[in-house]
């Protein structure tokens, strides 16, 4: 009886002839993963150039390239380049007969209320209304044009 497990263990082979198991082909499931990251990808960058295709992806543009050119030298001309792109900006968000007559006051007024960001246009804007009448060479601070245009980015989105 002692040699019967023996007798057995005697009777088992070795498996011999598996080599490595490729990782390719993929398992369906595999498949199923890559085809929905795919689909995924594909979505964002078709969102993503819709977007910069859109009148917001231009006023987007526009707010950088104004940014990106101001100095103190063009500090007033930025300023009314900016008040003409956030009515323009205002005009594609809302009506036109909301925002297009408004002037002075009442459009920083406006600006504030229909702001998303919060931003209080009145008391940090009063030179974008007034900037465009001023004599030229009036000294205007970028860094006051350069908060203005960062709350325009947000009104944007």
Request: positive net charge; glycine residues 8%; proline residues 6%.
């Amino acid at each position: 009886m002692t040699n019967a497990p023996n007798d057995l263990l005697a009777q088992l082979y070795d498996i011999r002839g598996l080599g490595q198991i490729s990782w390719w082909p993929l398992a369906p499931g595999w498949w199923g993963l890559l085809a929905l990251m795919s689909l995924v990808a594909a979505a964002i960058y078709w969102r993503r150039r819709a977007y910069w295709r859109s009148w917001k992806g231009d006023a987007r543009k526009a707010l950088d390239r104004l940014d990106a050119r101001l100095t103190g030298e063009n500090a007033q001309e930025t300023a009314a380049s900016l008040s003409t792109l956030l009515r323009r900006i205002a005009m594609q968000r809302h009506s036109r007969q909301e925002c297009a007559g408004l002037w002075g006051e009442d459009w920083l007024r406006w600006l504030s209320k229909k702001d998303p960001g919060g931003f209080d246009w009145v008391t940090g804007a009063v030179l974008m209304v007034q900037a465009p009448y001023a004599p030229p060479g009036r000294n205007i601070p970028p860094q006051t044009l350069k908060s203005l245009i960062s709350a325009a980015k947000k009104w944007v989105k």
